[in-house]
Structure formats: structure tokens, C-alpha cells
């Protein structure tokens, strides 16, 4: 017992800040993709044939990416030598409705829509109840790493609870399964008003790799209004926690 605390104390103080610096993010990480302009049909071509999730269209010939759909597996970026599509390490992609997650080569629409104003209604905390609905569980592992001391998310404020009466918010990942729909509208139901839905990877955004299985729904905006969503498979931590802070606008 002395050795563990000996050792503890030796550790120091392991919590990083938030925002992270520059070299938080491993190398392979891939965030918010950036469309180059004046892209060639060939280019658009190949990136549009090889996304496994159909999540980049090209109508017109200007393409559209929809990170709600997307893996971020790369492969586009691969496919076009990066002429079309290329991945920068930004992590900050959530948003508070679903259109907004649609990119094209046009500069970022900005959100005017402030949506409920959370940090009104909730004060300084915010209780959080989690559904697996269906999902691999790589999400819910992103999730569950920020409760250890790295990210310590209750230092924000923010806690998972483990009985929907007790939460202001409601975080699902998967695409919501037909076996799961039912738990889930209970576990909302059983949530007193008002109270948020954050839908949390591509498989709880637009149903992901799932998308129009005949044992799955298209995501949770198909079964519950959701106030956020928050894009990856499975997003980063760091992706998650800004999301979850955004919306209680306590950090910019
Ligand atoms: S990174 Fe996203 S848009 Fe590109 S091919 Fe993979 S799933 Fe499709």
C-alpha cells in the first residue's frame, strides 16, 4: 500500500489541458477534411467511388463531403493523391444540426441558430445518461477514457449518471437497432424535461457502415430530436469533449 502511494505521488499531476496543445493529436490522426477548389472530374471521380459510406457527392460537379457519414478512413484523400480531399488535425467538428455537418469547397456556413441556450437551463453541471444502441462499442470505449484522470471530464462539470431520471442529457451511439429503438425511447421518455439527445459517431449520426440495413434505423435523429452531433468512427476523445463543453457554452 505505501508502494502504491509512493508511486502515485511520483506520477505528478497527469490531466491535460483543454484546449490540448499542438502535439496532443497522434500523427495518424485525421480531423476536419479540407476540399480543394478547381478539382478536376477525374479527381472527383475516383475520391466518389471509393467511400465505402457514400458520404462525399459530387452534384454538379462541386463536391460535397458529410462527415455525419464519414469513417475517416482516408481512403479518398488516397485515392485523389490529396488533390480533392485532404485531412487536417482539427478535432473540433460537432455540431448542433445535422446540415452543418455537410462540407463543400464554399468557406464554413456559420451557425446562427445558438440552439437552447444550455448553460441557462442547466446552470454548471450537466448529468449525462449513455445508450449503446447497437454500436461496436469503439465510440462508447472514447467515451469511457474521458472519465479517466488524462482528460477528467468532471472537471467540467460533466458526469454520466446511471439512471435517466438523474440526467439532463441523453448520449447515444450506434445506429439504434430495432432491438434497441424500444430501450431507448424508454430511457428518454424516463428523463425529465428539458433535456438534450447527443448523438455521438457516424453510426448514431446517419447509421454509418449500417446506413438503410433493414435491422437498423438511420441513425437517432430518425427516433429523437437531437440538439448535437458529434462525427467519427469513433470519434476522438478530444472530438467528444469539445462537443460536450461547446454545448454547454462554457468553452469557445
Ligand atoms: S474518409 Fe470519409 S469521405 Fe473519405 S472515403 Fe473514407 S468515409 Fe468516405
Do not use: E, M
Given at each position: 500500500m505505501i508502494r502504491t502511494l509512493y508511486a502515485r505521488s511520483k506520477?505528478?499531476?497527469r490531466t491535460m489541458p483543454f484546449p490540448p496543445g499542438n502535439d496532443t493529436l497522434p500523427e495518424r490522426f485525421l480531423g476536419m477534411p479540407f476540399i480543394a477548389d478547381g478539382i478536376s472530374g477525374e479527381d472527383i471521380r475516383e475520391c466518389v467511388s471509393v467511400c465505402p459510406t457514400g458520404a462525399i457527392d459530387a452534384p454538379g460537379g462541386n463536391i460535397s463531403l458529410d462527415l455525419g457519414k464519414c469513417i475517416f478512413c482516408g481512403a479518398c484523400d488516397k485515392a485523389c493523391a490529396g488533390k480533392a480531399v485532404t485531412f487536417t488535425r482539427e478535432y473540433r467538428l460537432a455540431s448542433r444540426k445535422r446540415d452543418g455537418l455537410v462540407l463543400s469547397n464554399e468557406p464554413a456556413r456559420e451557425e446562427k441558430d445558438p440552439g437552447k441556450n444550455i448553460k441557462h437551463i442547466f446552470g454548471r453541471s450537466l448529468k449525462l445518461r449513455q445508450v449503446s444502441a447497437g454500436g461496436c462499442n469503439a465510440c462508447e470505449a472514447d467515451i469511457n477514457v474521458l472519465n479517466t484522470?488524462?482528460?477528467d471530464l468532471a472537471r467540467f462539470g460533466i458526469q454520466f449518471v446511471a439512471s435517466p431520471r438523474h440526467a439532463d442529457g441523453l448520449v447515444v451511439?450506434?445506429?439504434v437497432t430495432n432491438n434497441m429503438r424500444s430501450a431507448l425511447e424508454k430511457t428518454y421518455n424516463a428523463m425529465a424535461s428539458p433535456k438534450l439527445v447527443i448523438a455521438v459517431g457516424a453510426c448514431a449520426i446517419s447509421g454509418g457502415p449500417y446506413i438503410d440495413s433493414a435491422e437498423a434505423n438511420n441513425g437517432?435523429?430518425?427516433?429523437?430530436?437531437?440538439?448535437l452531433y458529434i462525427?467519427?468512427?469513433p470519434p476522438h476523445p478530444l472530438t467528444i469533449l469539445h462537443g460536450l463543453t461547446s454545448i454547454m457554452e462554457r468553452l469557445k
Open positions: 506520477q505528478g499531476y484522470p488524462g482528460f451511439t450506434g445506429p437517432v435523429d430518425t427516433v429523437l430530436p437531437v440538439d462525427p467519427g468512427c
